[in-house]
Structure formats: structure tokens, C-alpha cells
């Protein structure tokens, strides 16, 4: 596991949240359109720590379109949790 790599994804996604909730609440006009486009950058970071947590430093630096958006993707091999 690219544990630089990872932590940095995950650092940005905690900072990401709590931008998230800190401007929600202190501004009440904060909106869906904010909040949309926020959470499309924390889960960028929250699915990029997983999907990449085996690349290397060189594919990461500098990251390519390709790699950004396929990092970027709902991982597809991480089981969900949930209640049967």
C-alpha cells in the first residue's frame, strides 16, 4: 500500500468535511449546489485514497487525466456494509 499517497487523500478528505461542516453551519443560505459540488471533492478524495492505495509515486506524480478521473471513481471492489 502507497501509504503516503493514501494519507494524503485522506487528510484532504478530513479537511474537505470539516469545510463542509463549518460552512454549513455558520451560513445560512448555504445551498444543494454547494453542498453537491462539495461532496463531489471529498469523495474524490475518499475514492482516490482507496482506488491508488496500490500505485506508485511515480504514476501519482504528476497524476494524469486518466488516472485523476479513473481514481476518482466509486471504487467497484470495496464491499459495502449493510443489513440483510
Given at each position: 500500500m502507497n501509504k503516503k499517497l493514501v494519507t494524503f487523500h485522506l487528510n484532504e478528505a478530513h479537511e474537505q468535511l470539516q469545510?463542509?461542516?463549518d460552512e454549513m453551519s455558520?451560513?445560512?443560505?448555504?445551498?444543494y449546489g454547494?453542498?453537491?459540488?462539495e461532496m463531489q471533492h471529498l469523495y474524490y478524495?475518499?475514492?482516490t485514497a482507496w482506488n491508488a492505495?496500490?500505485?506508485?509515486?511515480?504514476?501519482a506524480e504528476p497524476i494524469s487525466d486518466g488516472l485523476f478521473n479513473r481514481w476518482g471513481r466509486f471504487p467497484r471492489?470495496?464491499?459495502?456494509?449493510q443489513v440483510d
Open positions: 469545510a463542509i461542516l455558520r451560513d445560512d443560505d448555504y445551498g454547494e453542498y453537491v459540488v478524495h475518499l475514492n492505495r496500490d500505485a506508485s509515486n511515480e504514476e471492489d470495496l464491499p459495502l456494509m
